[in-house]
């Protein structure tokens, strides 16, 4: 029997400070990516998802006013939980309820099968983001 996740969603001045913990661990010190496009500005403007097991926040995501979903990471000793694929489903089902016609993402490329088994479709090129290969998908939010 696989444990409980939780997922909190609300605003960055709740979810930032338990957000940027995970974030820093997974982009900046796991990832390379650089300070100045982990940390972007954009976090006041958006909802934030927060995922918890027994308490311990483990993952989290951000969905931008645009219906971009953005920032997907999952601490390391996490993965494979269905951490990520909560924190996405409660992504997309609030972007469905603010009346979004679809959501966007731009994937790394590891990680397309993720997102493919999610729904999302894959389009245009791939491109080099904080120097990791990714590729834009969306799902569409009109079913």
Known sequence: MTERVDIREGSWEELGELASDIRRVVFIEEQRVPLSEEWDGR??????????????????????????????????????LGIGAALMQAAIATARRLGHPQVELAAQTHALAFYENLGFVAFGDVFMD?????????LSLNV
């Not at 904080?130 to 969306?138: K, L, S, T, Y």
């Open 130 to 138: 904080a120097g990791i290969p990714h590729r834009n998908m969306r």
């Open 43 to 80: 976090d006041p403007e958006c909802r934030h998802f927060l995922a918890l097991r027994q308490g311990t926040p483990l993952g989290t995501a951000r969905l931008l006013p645009d219906g971009h979903i953005g920032r997907v990471a999952v601490l390391h000793e996490a993965r494979g």
